[in-house]
DNA sequence: ACGATACTTAAGTGAATGCTTCAGCAACAG
DNA sequence: CTGTTGCTGAAGCATTCACTTAAGTATCGT
């Protein structure tokens, strides 16, 4: 791809078993790091690189205090993603429902249940 | 990864931008795959290898009348993923309440707005 | 000052991804 | 029967991904 969209970009993020656990810890609160990287079978250095596809998605925001990285979920990015699924879905929905009626309409003689 | 949960495959298959330009397309109605094909720019034999994606994704079903492989979304394996991001962003919103009630209540005497 | 802690970066590796081309094959049109 | 359409499969190839290890760099505690 020649330009990379934010929906990309947040939906290759959350294809990550690894960084979708990264945000559902942060869901509960931020962590650091080390915390986030605690439960998780790798390389600390493993993590960070998560980290930094899920910043770059704009997913995740961080901040360096000290030699503590804290990070914390950026819950507008979710919205984006939820909201393409959302459209999608409906728009589905609605050509199912139309084609429901127009079957309906079409041959009222036949039985219109199942 | 061991194996595979339905959300891995679901934000798998929606994080390439093609797939996603199909699933747009069929959220409008049913198409062949060479309907499919038409407006993107690869052969065809990658479609079918994004719709086997898709399909084992369970975001698109087909079935094959003649030669024609006609396909449509599944709405509800949308609803998953869009689930899975509503949960987590409710629970982010959450925990920022808290926090912002927390420090209301802690420390009454200091100005409350910036 | 010294060591431990918490990250950070770089380089390397094996596997998965996103294509391509080429070679089928079944269904339909004439 | 013959050619075209619509799909399908296999092989190959460049790139990206998800790690690893090893070697940093700042803090922080004592």
Redesign the interface.
Known sequence: ?LQQ?P??LA??A????TR?AM??R????PASVSELAGPLPMSMSAVMQHLKVLEGAGLVVSEKVGRVRTC??E?EA??A??R??????R???R??DRLGLFLEQTKPETEPRE
């Open positions: 791809m969209q929906l990309d939906f290759q959350l294809s990550d078993p979708r945000v559902e942060l869901a509960r609160g914390r979920v819950p979710l919205t993603a939820e393409w699924l959302n459209d999608r879905r728009s589905v929905e050509s199912l």
